[in-house]
């Protein structure tokens, strides 16, 4: 099960000929997602030889292959890991009983809803990416970019196949929704508001793949304990490649600030406006980003109370993230947990059904994750003799969904009047000037081993090629 068929039209694992249906039909949606590609995929990249890696094999190990690739040849697939013999339901009311092949009738609409929704955000980090590829500080970087736009088309792939396979009319029809919801449009947005934001540059992209796609691996993990067995075996495979999309988040990130460290150690300046003088970003604008995309991806897990998320997760439908180490009943149905709310104008902690709390289980999980790369991030600053340091801000700032949306809370919690929050919310979030001034370093870098003036190049080149290698060739 593990060998990819690249002999097919659509490359699979999932012996797609022998179902001459819905092979028929999945070729008829195959020209439009590559004319969506054409309009919506990156700019004027289409006809670049982009070094990529394309999955050969859905094994723990070599299963990827790289080459030189134009991105409308890419072989897009349909993947899955492989399965599991006599796997069981470990959680949820089914615990115990065999897990489901087919989707049963009765989580029907509940199974298409959590797939669409899932399938929606990976057309819409391509929407959302389509023209960084002008402003690219690297090659590397411009490579790394397209890498991560064709691991979404096939993202989304994965989502259309089960959709079709599993779903009839109604998936079939949701599979061309996918392609015409637009990130951002104001008829016909994405289904997430994280998806709808602007991607202008590249401190917001490498933002977004630290932050948002963490949410996504958090998200697929909770997928991959889902009772209906193809969803569960299509994320497990997805995950192998959401690594890749966080790794070039965390890492641009702390290549931003390490040249910014060394631009301040240069010229001995600490002060934003002296900073921005020397071409880099200011450690104080990075905290401003951080503090947005952070709390905007938070709103991704949902409200903090869901009675969706106890009915997704008694049914087997989705799990908790690594829901076998956790030393439970794995039904919770006698279990609490405590939650945020707002008494009074003040935040105090309530404890209600745990069942009903799994979205801010989720989330919490997230923000551990999360921390880690702050503190890799700090040391950059640290071992530059810097006394700055980023900070995660509160989990209840800026948030937008559940019982927190609107709260006005300072980074570090503390409660503040509209007033007080208007005043301030320019030193807490980006401003336009700020995001004025990052776009105005964004100036593309094409040239094989030069990068941009307002980041440091990596520590090692992709796939043990140098870091001067010619990662795109522009035809």
């Known amino acids: 099960m593990g060998s990819i068929d690249y002999s097919q039209k659509i490359p699979n694992n999932v012996n797609l000929n022998s179902d001459r249906k819905l092979q028929r039909a999945l070729e008829n949606w195959q020209p439009n997602f590559l004319d969506w590609w054409g309009d919506m ?15 050969i094999s859905t094994e723990p190990s070599g299963w990827a292959n790289f080459g030189y690739v134009k991105m409308p040849d890419y072989r897009w697939g349909i993947f899955m890991a492989d399965q599991v013999q006599d796997r069981r339901i470990h959680f949820g009311e089914h615990k115990g009983k065999e897990v489901w092949q087919d989707v049963p009738g009765e989580h029907r609409a509940n199974l298409r809803r959590i797939i669409v929704t899932q399938g929606d955000t ?36 994965a989502m259309v196949y089960l959709l079709h396979r599993y779903f009839g009319r109604d998936g079939r029809e949701e599979a061309d929704a996918l392609l015409e919801r637009r990130s951002g449009q104001v008829d016909n947005p994405r289904i997430l508001g994280a998806f709808n934001e602007q991607t202008p540059d590249w401190l917001a992209f490498f933002m977004f793949t630290y932050f948002t ?15 209906f067995d193809p969803l569960s075996r299509t994320t497990r495979f ?35 406006d002296q900073v921005r003088k020397l071409g880099v970003i200011d450690l104080q604008t990075i905290q401003r980003y951080l503090n947005f995309h952070y709390s ?43 939650i945020l709310d707002v008494q009074d104008g003040k935040l105090v902690e309530k404890e209600v059904p745990m069942l009903n709390a799994l979205n801010e289980v989720l989330r919490n999980d997230f923000i551990v994750d999360s921390e880690g790369g702050i503190g890799r991030w700090n040391k950059v600053i640290e071992a530059a003799g810097l006394p700055f340091r980023l900070t995660l801000p509160h989990k209840a700032f800026n948030r937008q969904i559940g019982t927190l949306s609107g709260v006005h809370l300072s980074p ?34 094409t040239e094989p081993g030069k990068f941009a003036n307002w980041i440091s190049p990596p520590r090692v080149g992709i796939n043990k090629q140098p870091i001067d290698a010619e990662y795109v060739r522009f035809n």
């Open 41 to 55: 995929g990156p700019e004027g990249a289409q006809m670049n030889d982009v070094y990529l890696r394309t999955a």
């Open 122 to 157: 990976e057309p819409a980090s391509v929407e959302q990416q389509r023209l960084l590829g002008l402003t690219a500080p690297s090659l590397y970087d411009l490579r790394n970019l397209f890498q991560i736009n064709v691991e979404e088309g096939r993202h989304l792939w």
């Open 213 to 227: 796609d963490r949410d996504g691996k958090f998200q697929l993990n909770a997928l991959a304990e889902s009772s």
């Open 238 to 272: 997805m995950l192998t490649e959401e690594t890749h999309h966080m790794f070039v988040g965390e890492t641009g990130v702390s290549r931003i600030i390490q040249r910014t460290c060394e631009m301040m150690k240069k010229h001995n300046v600490e002060a934003p």
């Open 296 to 338: 905007v991806t938070l709103d991704l897990f949902g409200a903090d109370q869901s009675s969706n998320a106890a009915m997704f997760y008694s049914s087997g439908l989705k799990g908790r993230y690594k829901e076998g180490m956790r030393k439970d009943d794995h039904e919770l149905k006698d279990q609490s947990y405590k």
């Open 412 to 445: 570090e919690g503390k409660p503040v009047s509209e007033s007080e929050w208007n005043a301030s919310v320019g030193e807490w979030m980006p401003t336009a000037e700020d995001r004025e001034y990052v776009v105005s370093l964004m100036k593309a870098v």
